[in-house]
């Protein structure tokens, strides 16, 4: 496509200008269940609504930008991760992905454990009371008061990821007088990407120990030999935003086969393994991701399969989904503002939030999708790139995307599949107020994370 050949704009599939789009959909004000939270509908009168109260009604009570999370959904998709899971495997909630107490309560009462990785994060799962048994540590740069915290506070296990790690965690455990449950993050040779995994012979990564050239095996040799540590298992992450089970597949088999070798050299078979987290959502329509029981059947029968072969019990398996729970169930809601059509490209869209929201467009090239979620409309739909209020080109929330070109500065316009690395990622840039994170529940909404205030950005400014 040639960007030149469409002087009255963009209108045709053949002279549109080059992105990340196909055709416009056929009917712009449809919303794909795909990447809309469970209970978002459009009521009679064309607004949008989720758990029942209309998004007028919600910018009107707590102002935009601000992040709506359907609490219904995120219960669903924790619970089908802990049923397809069952009761011989654990499903550990990635807190990275987004973490506040009611988040956390919610996992609690669903049957899930927690992974966190910074002191800020135990203190939040703590205060809102996850049992600390339920919770894994990780981090490849734990300082010694995270890890005292940690085992003072009798988590579950910590994620050891290096050698000098081993020996600061059993050092620490061993001076309080108790042995830390661990397991040791390898890196297994499998770079996973969305649509593909590559294997590597060498890991150029900050995280973890390398299978490849037995670094792995001496980890497991030494952390054995600690007082202080009672070595649990081997754990594996291999990417994010994965939607191809051969990298899992692959990196199982790897796990598997240490196992098997710690047996061999120890005599002593490890019970748990930790495949990690990953697993893709959909962003966009072209998404298509797994559920939750058919990546625990793939992840299960292969598990099961590469013991049987090395003649090893089968250890009981964990994994570790953030995005896959959260990212779908929230929204951002934010108001259009000034609206700048380019001849012959595109029309910028301006939004009262932007890249201190979302920061994964920037950073990620990520792709999203928006919809005009105030009323619906019948005109032709046009190109539209939505874009931030920040002092900064790159300042784009969704690439391309199509919008009704009768879209006027009032409207409200949402981005779906937000609840992931949004808010969680979310900054001060140009001292923005970060927005608050809103559930809503069979017709009701509640803050849980309130928005900041300029007495909050004032407050840390004590020159
Ligand atoms: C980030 C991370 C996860 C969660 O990743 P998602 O893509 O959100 O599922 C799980 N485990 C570890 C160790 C991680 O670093």
Redesign the pocket.
């Known amino acids: 496509m040639s960007r030149s050949a469409h002087p009255a704009g963009p209108r045709h599939a053949d002279v549109w200008p080059e992105g990340h789009y196909s055709a416009p959909p056929a009917d712009v004000n449809a919303l794909d269940p795909k990447v809309w939270a469970q209970t978002v509908t459009r009521t009679d009168t064309g607004e949008v609504s989720v758990g029942g109260i209309g998004v007028a009604a919600l910018a009107e009570e707590f102002g935009t930008p601000a992040y709506f999370v359907d609490e219904t959904d995120f219960r669903a998709r924790a619970r089908a991760w802990r049923t397809a899971f069952g009761h011989d495997a654990d499903v550990f909630y990635?807190g990275?992905?987004f973490l506040s107490r009611a988040i956390v309560r919610w996992l609690h009462e669903e049957g899930l454990n927690l992974?966190v990785?910074s002191g800020g994060e135990l203190t939040t799962a703590l205060s809102a009371g996850m049992p600390a048994d339920r919770i894994a540590f990780?981090g490849n740069n734990k300082s010694t008061d995270e890890i005292t915290q940690a085992i003072e506070a009798g988590v579950g296990r910590i994620?050891l990821d290096s050698f000098q790690e081993i020996v600061r965690v059993a050092h620490i455990a061993q001076s309080l007088g108790t042995r830390q449950r661990v397991q040791i993050?390898v890196t297994v040779g499998v770079e996973a990407h969305t649509h593909e995994f590559i294997a590597t012979a060498h890991e150029d990564q900050k995280?973890g120990i390398a299978l490849a050239d037995g670094q792995a095996a001496e980890a497991v040799r030494r952390a054995l030999t600690l007082d202080g540590l009672e070595l649990i298992g081997i754990?594996s992450?291999i990417g994010?935003?994965i939607f191809d089970m051969a990298g899992f597949e692959v990196a199982a088999r790897r796990v598997v086969a240490l196992l098997a070798a710690v047996r061999d050299e120890h005599g002593v078979e490890l019970p748990e393994i930790d495949l990690?987290?990953?697993?893709g959502i959909a962003y966009t329509s072209d998404d298509d991701p797994r559920e939750p029981h058919e990546i625990a059947k793939a992840l299960g029968e292969i598990v099961t399969r590469e013991c049987e072969a090395a003649r090893l019990r089968t250890p009981r398996i964990s994994v570790?989904?953030?995005?896959?729970i959260v990212?779908p169930t929230a929204f951002t809601l934010y108001e259009v503002g000034t609206i700048k059509p380019l001849e012959g490209l595109r029309t910028y869209v301006s939004v009262d939030g932007g890249m201190s929201d979302n920061i994964r467009t920037a950073l990620y090239d990520a792709e999203y999708s928006v919809a005009l979620v105030s009323r619906t409309s019948d005109a032709e739909p046009m190109l539209v790139r939505v874009v931030g209020k920040h002092c900064e080109s790159g300042d784009i929330v969704v690439k391309d995307a199509f919008l009704p070109s009768d879209l006027a500065p009032g409207d409200l316009i949402a981005v779906p599949a937000t609840g992931?690395?949004c808010r969680s990622m979310a900054s001060n840039y140009n001292h923005a107020l970060r927005p608050p994170v809103v559930a809503v529940r069979d017709g009701e909404a509640r803050v849980i994370v309130r928005r900041e205030t300029e007495e909050d950005l004032l407050r840390l400014d004590v020159g």
């Open positions: 990635a990275k992905a992974d990785c990780h994620v993050r995280f754990h992450h994010s935003q990690g987290g990953g697993l570790e989904p953030g995005r896959a990212g992931a690395y």
